[in-house]
């Protein structure tokens, strides 16, 4: 039962040009989200998050909009740069008892930013 | 300040072996959460310690099973190995257990069942 949902594995974008991310959740209970950023041989590493009572939040390159009504979110980064090469993980915690910080990711999109 | 450390790095092992991960949490983190990453797939919770003790478990049988000790740092074990246990395992640490904590994720210890 995959509650966040990455559907697109992969995304290739020229240096310089937006990359839009997308993530789709299906627990109504989720009221926190979160982006993370992998590089081969590192852990995920924080990127940024957006509270249910939010729509929008920034942070300098980069954007995580929400979409409640779509159980839809997406992370937007401006300008794109090769450094942001990385797998991208969208993920939530569950709000219940018992590990209420445990994370459900989604399956992560490789992003490749060409130079 | 240090991060999350890991050990070890890499590991082989062969069905039906037995193996032991640690992991050393951020100076000031109570709560440690292992999360199982297979290839093409987001990281997958296993369980959470928190102040020593099991705050929540994923959907894994109870061969995984792990521990935490006084100062923090947690054990993850896993007997009677599956070729399918082959995967990256995270493990995460935050300052406390609540879903708003920011956890900060290891560099994972890769395990290869042959």
């Known amino acids: 039962d995959q509650q966040v949902k990455q559907n697109s594995p992969s995304l290739s974008v020229q240096e310089g040009r937006i990359s839009i991310l997308n993530c789709d959740y299906t627990?109504?209970?989720?009221?926190?989200f979160l982006w993370y950023k992998k590089y081969p041989a590192e852990g995920p590493t924080f990127l940024i998050s957006?509270?249910?009572?939010?729509d929008k939040n920034e942070d300098g390159r980069f954007t995580v909009f929400l979409n409640k009504s779509a159980k839809h979110l997406s992370l937007h980064i401006v300008p794109s740069q090769p450094g942001d090469s990385a797998v991208y993980f969208c993920?939530?915690?569950?709000?219940?008892?018992?590990?209420?910080?445990?994370?459900?990711f989604g399956k992560g999109i490789t992003l490749s930013v060409r130079p | 300040e240090t991060g999350v450390t890991q050990s070890p790095t890499h590991l082989i092992k062969t069905r039906g072996q037995q193996v032991t991960l640690r992991c050393s949490s951020q100076?000031?983190?109570?709560?440690v959460s292992w999360y199982q990453q297979a290839l093409g797939q987001g990281p997958q919770f296993i369980f959470q310690?928190?102040?020593?003790?099991?705050?929540g478990r994923g959907n894994f049988p109870p061969r995984f099973s792990g521990l935490q000790f006084p100062n923090y740092s947690s054990e993850l074990n896993v007997n009677a190995l599956e070729l399918d246990d082959s995967a990256l395992y995270l493990c995460?640490?935050?300052?406390?257990?609540?879903?708003?904590?920011?956890?900060?994720f290891g560099p994972g210890t890769r395990l290869t069942v042959l």
């Open positions: 995460a640490s935050s300052l406390d257990r609540g879903p708003y904590n920011e956890q900060f």
């Open positions: 627990n109504s209970m989720f009221d926190y």
């Open positions: 957006i509270s249910s009572i939010k």
């Open positions: 993920a939530a915690p569950r709000g219940e008892a018992g590990a209420n910080s445990k994370l459900t």
């Open positions: 100076s000031g983190h109570n709560t």
């Open positions: 310690y928190y102040r020593e003790e099991e705050n």
